[in-house]
């Protein structure tokens, strides 16, 4: 097509009153519509559990989560205890594991149940049940620590908080070597060690550990013990923080830290987040 044949199309369209009307028309149209919006993708609301729930004779391991309502707040809100509130949370949140239709029995049972998770597994669900409540982005209000100079961070939690990936977390039991040759047999800590610990009003750290290694050392060599809370204490420091790490260590748990960069200064800024940071609107 040359210049001409062009000139000549465009004086015939702007002498053509209908052509002109439809163009307006339609730029009005666009005008009030604005920006066609971007639907954003439903979030994923199925976990895969590492190692899941042992029911039937077989581990089950697909969870299914939900968007938390306002039945559920009204519940929630009636907690006083943090630790009670995340529990409740999961029993709210979770529809299913597998075949096991967890939205169908009473909560007290599903908190039971749940807590047979272990507890990685439990932070994971909750950062689905977070995601599918209140969505992908997270904005919070940071301060650096070094220019003190207010700011603004976006998480995008399924991207900035994955789960630690550990070998082996189906094994029923695993071992540690202490110092003087005894060979202790060992399970991983479940959300119901950690209700047990929670529920002991005042007691310290180290009573904290002592709970959990009572709970969990199943046997010392080879043999059930008569006295596992007496065994624990008696266990020296070093392997007692030995045998620890080694439980947080084979946890598919979160790591909620966070380091970025600061828009000001460029120094780094460091952090940890608690659950309690997340939930908050």
Known sequence: MTTQ?????????ELDPNVTRQQKLAEAKAAIAGTTPLIPDPPNCVVRLPRGLYQGGSWKTEAEVRELNGADEESLSRVKDASDFFDLVLAHGVVRVDDLNLASSPLSER???????????RSQLLMAILVATYGEEKVLNITCGTCSEDQELTLYL??????????????????????SGDSVEYRLVTGSDQNEVLRRKGATTAEQNSVILSRCITKVNGAI????????????MKDRMAL????????????LGVQ???VACGGDIVFSLGWSDLFRP
């Not at 908190?111 to 597994?121: A, D, H, N, V, Y």
């Not at 399924?158 to 110092?179: H, I, M």
């Open 244 to 255: 620890l790490q080694q439980m947080v260590d084979r946890q598919p748990d979160l790591d």
């Open 158 to 179: 399924s991207k900035d908080f994955k789960a630690k990936e550990v070998e082996d977390v189906a094994e029923p039991s695993f071992f540690y070597t202490t110092k």
């Open 260 to 262: 970025t960069t600061c």
């Open 5 to 13: 044949e062009i000139n000549l199309a465009d004086l015939e369209n």
């Open 111 to 121: 908190q039971i149940l749940l807590r047979e998770l272990l507890i990685g597994e």
């Open 225 to 236: 013990l008569p006295d596992p809370q007496g065994y624990a204490r008696r266990l020296g």
